[in-house]
């Protein structure tokens, strides 16, 4: 008997043609979310050819990508380039600050910038950077400019190396094989081997303190926020200006029993 012929070459072809697309779809997706992240730590505008270099797409595809979120009111155009609009926080801020965990959250981390004398962060870990989910100043004038929704690399900041110290010594070393841990200064650590040991000192000690690894004239300790099974869910971290004191004897800064207090406190906001 002759073979029939299947008369699936035309549906593998829709099939394929279907895949391909819905890979299309969610790498244009990637990429303007990849957009909308580039503005985070950059000045108010930033020009095709900024975006297209921050997340390395060609300028075409990186002004598609304005023009689409222009279209979608997220982002507008001036003078100097493209800025972010305040309709960017409805892709999420909204839900997580209606929440209770988080308002109260931000009123620990305003209480402990009060008492403190410094800026006052709480960051939850995504992939290799702390993201901040609460920020407080302790008054009107800036020094640090941070605000809700900083992302700092996790290798070289005191609350990121804290978050690292939450999760377990196989989960940090598929993170940092996958990292790209740039030097931000001369004092950055940038050996996985070496951060491995230092987040491991970090867990030990039960705290951070990092002094110009991120930025020059920046010192800050870390301390974690954890729920009723002793888990790290978030991490608090305070800024200021670096003192040989604290380099020698970091536990004895006064600020540490503030923020343990202020991380203790949030311990009531989880089920039980």
């Known amino acids: 008997m002759d073979d029939m012929p299947s008369g699936n070459g035309n549906e593998d072809t829709i099939?394929?043609?279907?895949?391909?697309?819905?890979?299309?779809?969610?790498?244009?997706f990637e990429r303007g979310i990849a957009v909308i992240r580039a503005f985070a730590g950059?000045?108010?505008?930033?020009?095709?050819?900024?975006?297209?270099?921050?997340?390395?797409?060609?300028?075409?595809?990186?002004?598609?990508?304005l023009m689409t979120l222009e279209g979608l009111g997220y982002v507008g155009q001036g003078p100097d380039g493209f800025r972010?609009?305040?309709?960017?926080?409805?892709?999420?801020?909204?839900?997580?600050?209606?929440?209770?965990?988080?308002?109260?959250?931000?009123?620990?981390?305003?209480?402990?910038a009060g008492s403190t004398g410094c800026p006052c962060a709480i960051a939850?870990?995504?992939?290799?950077s702390a993201l901040y989910a609460c920020y407080a100043a302790p008054g009107p004038h800036v020094v640090f400019h941070r605000t809700i929704g900083t992302r700092l690399p996790a290798h070289a900041s005191a609350v990121g190396y804290v978050l690292l110290a939450g999760i377990d010594r196989a989960d940090l070393?598929?993170?940092?094989?996958?990292?790209?841990?740039?030097?931000?200064?001369?004092?950055?650590?940038v050996s996985r081997s070496a951060l491995m040991t230092e987040v491991g000192r970090v867990r030990a000690a039960g705290f951070a303190?990092?002094?110009e690894v991120l930025e020059m004239g920046l010192a800050s300790l870390g301390?974690?926020?954890?729920?009723?099974?002793?888990?790290?869910?978030?991490?608090?971290?305070?800024?200021?200006?670096p003192d040989d004191r604290w380099e020698h004897d970091p536990s004895s800064?006064?600020?540490?029993?503030?923020?343990?207090?202020?991380?203790?406190?949030l311990l009531r906001l989880f089920p039980t």
């Open 15 to 28: 099939l394929a043609a279907a895949v391909g697309g819905r890979v299309e779809q969610a790498q244009s």
């Open 42 to 65: 950059a000045s108010e505008y930033m020009t095709i050819a900024d975006i297209a270099r921050a997340v390395e797409i060609p300028r075409g595809t990186a002004r598609r990508l």
């Open 84 to 112: 972010l609009l305040p309709s960017v926080l409805d892709l999420g801020y909204r839900h997580y600050a209606e929440r209770p965990w988080w308002s109260e959250a931000q009123a620990v981390a305003q209480e402990v």
């Open 124 to 128: 939850v870990l995504e992939g290799v």
């Open 173 to 189: 070393s598929r993170r940092l094989q996958a990292a790209k841990l740039e030097r931000l200064t001369p004092k950055t650590i």
């Open 209 to 211: 303190y990092v002094s």
């Open 223 to 241: 301390v974690p926020v954890l729920d009723r099974g002793g888990d790290v869910v978030a991490a608090m971290s305070i800024s200021f200006r």
């Open 253 to 265: 800064h006064p600020a540490l029993g503030a923020m343990r207090d202020g991380a203790r406190s």
